[in-house]
């Protein structure tokens, strides 16, 4: 799990896994992989059940994505 910097503007909003998944399309065990090769953000551990994936670094990745695919 990564941490998040905090800034001083508006908190990051943290995704919950099904959210993550209908952005991207993309299954749990497709973005751990992912995530363990580096190539996905990284979840973030809120509490010992759940964990939270920043928004902005998911959009960034899908961006990239699409930017590649041009």
Do not use: C, H, N
């Not at 800034?7 to 896994?17: A, I, K, Q, V």
């Not at 993309?26 to 992989?33: A, E, G, K, Q």
Request: glycine share 6%; net charge positive; charged share 25%.
């Amino acid at each position: 799990m990564k941490e998040v910097e905090m800034s001083d503007g508006p908190p990051e909003r943290l995704l919950p896994e099904p959210v993550v998944k209908d952005l991207t399309s993309l299954s749990y065990v497709t973005r751990w992989r992912l995530v363990k090769t580096g190539q996905f953000p990284a979840p973030v551990r809120l509490t010992a059940g759940r964990v939270g994936t920043p928004e902005s670094q998911v959009r960034s990745w899908i961006a990239e994505k699409m930017a590649a695919a041009k």
